[in-house]
């Protein structure tokens, strides 16, 4: 079994995914417009469906009208991208990528439970949650 998180755009899907591939190390291998089939020649660029894979993980992307789905121009909430990694320097370089042009909620530090550990909502609007595993025997420093 996968469970793959599917991000919702507003005409940016394309762009984030390239984003994400270069940040991730992924590749994107499907990437599907609503071409001449769009309900609206100003949608044909954009993306019905965009798949992501980064390892042996995905995540999955579209571009969506209010129409379509009324509540997509507001925040994104109840959800957030996480990554982890057991290389704190991984997930600093992750964090501070995908913080360029967002705002950070928390910003990458060491915490109680984690090496290093931030939050941050991306350009794109999609929150996000950046995790350093701690390694074996890992106590926080004596700052905490």
Known sequence: MKIVTSLSFQGQCREAFEV?????GGTITASFPYGDGAPDPKYRDWLMHC???V??????GADMDEGW???IARPKNGFD????????N????WFDQLAEGGKVAMAFDETFWSPGFGSLIDRFGIPWMISTNP???WTP????
């Open 20 to 24: 994400y591939a270069r940040i991730l």
């Open 51 to 53: 798949w992501l894979e």
């Open 55 to 60: 390892g042996d993980q995905a995540l999955m």
């Open 69 to 71: 789905a009324p509540n």
């Open 81 to 88: 991208v996480t990554l982890h990694t057991g290389d704190k």
């Open 90 to 93: 991984e997930a600093q370089r």
């Open 135 to 137: 390694p074996q025997g």
């Open 141 to 144: 420093s004596q700052a905490q």
